[in-house]
Antibody, heavy 120, light 109 residues
């Protein structure tokens, strides 16, 4: 069974750093891209970027380039999303999802989400 | 402003059919057959309902169908059921990334 399990909710202060995780299981982690999606409170889905754990090839949405860093450790089948200096506007639910990209393009399995709250 | 345009809300009675539109450009919806639709219930993660314009993943009811004409994709739900009440998001491939619609809230009356 394919599963993506994300790390737990975080409460941080502005200016702090944060790294959240997404652990894949039940499939070849190095053969699929992993995408990250933001959902701000009461708002829609926003594509942040993707990483291919096989070689760590990473692509960012222009809106998030320079704002976050996406990485992966294939030895433990885990992808990461990190911030060096959080802002209140980073408060949101963050989802990871597996991207099917071979002659297709869609997110077929999603993590349960990680709620990040940034408040002074 | 979202890259893809969806109606903010649609509604229908149990048993009826509804259609949600998703309008993009020739750079996304119109340029590729890589449109997908996601269902999201409150407090839950999104769930894939349609991929590659009109394909249903295993386990998704055949009451859900997708289509595309030009720069506009559509999701049709037939035989509406109470459990279909949720937010629906379209998305499309464009330039090595995915763009989402703003979402449509479906209310089952």
């Amino acid at each position: 069974e394919v599963q993506l399990v994300q790390s737990g909710a975080e409460v941080k202060k502005p200016g702090e750093s944060l790294k959240i995780s997404c652990k894949g299981s039940g499939y070849s982690f190095t053969s699929y891209w992993i995408g990250w999606v933001r959902q701000m409170p009461g708002k829609g889905l926003e594509w942040m970027g993707i990483i291919y754990p096989g070689d760590s090839d990473t692509r960012y949405s222009p809106s998030f380039q320079g704002q976050v860093t996406i990485s992966a450790d294939k030895s433990i089948s885990t992808a990461y999303l990190q911030w060096s200096s959080l802002k209140a506007s980073d408060t949101a639910m963050y989802y990871c999802a597996r991207l099917v990209h071979s002659s297709s393009w869609y997110l077929d399995y999603w993590g349960q989400g990680t709620l990040v709250t940034v408040s002074s | 402003q979202s890259a893809l345009t969806q109606p903010a809300s649609v509604s229908g009675s149990p048993g009826q059919s509804i259609t949600i539109s998703c309008t993009g450009t020739s750079s996304d919806v119109g340029g590729y057959n890589y449109v997908s639709w996601y269902q999201q219930h409150p407090g839950k993660a999104p769930k894939l309902m349609i991929y590659d314009v009109s394909n249903r993943p295993s386990g998704v009811s055949n009451r859900f169908s997708g289509s595309k004409s030009g720069n506009t994709a559509s999701l049709t739900i037939s035989g509406l059921q109470a459990e279909d009440e949720a937010d629906y998001y379209c998305s499309s491939y464009t330039s090595s990334r995915e763009v989402f619609g703003g979402g449509t809230k479906l209310t089952v009356l």
